[in-house]
């Protein structure tokens, strides 16, 4: 029996940019934290600010919970609280306010769920900061298993990751789909185990040509058509 011949009974998921609209949210949030230091009495330039910002997420990664002390300590020589404050507090409200899940992600995820499939989430964010996110989507009830860099101590494409959360939830790799937006390590990663590969077209910021993946999702609810058709289901 060949990887394709077995049915589904459990889907991986990347959780940024394929659950959750993470660069949208991270771009409004910072514009919203130069904004507020600005009013707080920082003389900057809003649109430069904004650039160095994200070039400091670029440098240091998009987790860093230091990246306005950086920006201050690099505009202004120190790091003023008074602007640290106003900076850290737009942030998060602005934050909150735009932490979106994508479209039909819901309807998957409780299609997918009745239909008896295990749902896991494997993810490079630290564990904090990947549990927040799945709390504030309210979508904490659908997963079976969250990994994260904390728990496989390896970044995808390494199969750790992957193999722990298929250990998790007790499925074989040629019964899984990995569902990600970035080929590199989400498509790669999975494929090297046996698992099939859907890539998170709608989530892709690099302007993917090619994903090598098994399917290209326009839409994450295609997914469930996808695993009807391969699990015989009406």
Known sequence: MSGDDFPIRGVIFDLDNTLL????MKEVAVRAAVKGMIEAGLD???????????ATYEE??????KVFDVFLKNSIGIVDNKYLAAGIVAYRRAREANLLAYP???????????????????????????????YYLNLYHYFDAVIT????????????????????????P?????????????????????????????????GTQH?????????????????????GIA
């Not at 900057?44 to 994200?54: A, C, H, P, T």
């Not at 789909?177 to 709608?202: L, N």
């Not at 994903?211 to 699990?231: P, R």
Request: proline residues 3%; glycine residues 6%; hydrophobic residues 40%.
């Open 60 to 65: 240091f990664g998009w987790e860093n919970q």
């Open 21 to 24: 609209d993470f660069m949208k």
């Open 44 to 54: 900057v330039d809003e649109e430069e600010s904004y650039q160095d910002i994200i």
């Open 211 to 231: 994903s090598g993946a098994d399917w290209d999702l326009q839409d994450i609810y295609e997914l469930v058509d996808i695993i009807k058709e391969i699990n």
């Open 149 to 172: 860099f904390d728990d496989s101590g390896e970044r995808k494409p390494s199969a750790k990751p992957f193999l722990l959360a298929l250990e998790s939830i007790d499925i074989q």
């Open 104 to 134: 039909n992600v819901n309807r998957t995820l409780m299609t997918l769920a009745k239909y008896g499939i295990k749902l896991a989430v494997v993810s490079d964010a630290p564990s904090r900061e990947a549990w927040m996110r799945i």
């Open 174 to 206: 040629q019964e899984s789909i990995m569902v990600g937006d970035w080929p590199e390590r989400d498509v790669v990663g999975a494929q090297q185990i046996g698992m099939r590969t859907a890539f998170a077209v709608y989530g892709d910021t690099f």
